[in-house]
């Protein structure tokens, strides 16, 4: 796979994002074909992450999708390694470390500006994607990141040609 390859699934991420799909959707979904998973169960299995975990304002869906990745990626399959299961963490926890220094923290109420981790109005509505919408929200952005910093960790696993 090249850079330019990586660099279309950043902006497949984001796409689908601007298409209506959710944070931790359109970020599983632009790799999810690396592991075997089709673009619909990617963003089915993805579907409720979104607005901070069921719109709970909890963990970013970006960045649950980075989790979801790196599970594909690196994650153990027989209960008993735990040389793997700590090896996934790892991982997890130094993309979850780049994720928080560019964005300023893994929690959406917080990236998006709100006290505490409430649920949404209407909490269990989805937002309508207006320009509204889409001019006061900085998921966009996140999305790219997250995005971003998965397709740097496989750059950085494997060599790519340009």
Known sequence: MTEQELEKRVERAVDNFMAGYGCCQSVVAAFADLYGLD????????????GGVGRMRMMCGAVSGIVMLVGLDCGQTEGSDREGKSACYKVVQELLAQSKAENGSLICAEILGLKGYTKAPNSYEASARTAEYYKTRPCAAKVESAARIFAEYLKGKHTYHT
Request: no cysteine.
């Open 39 to 50: 673009d619909t169960l990617a963003k089915k299995v993805a579907a409720g992450f979104g």
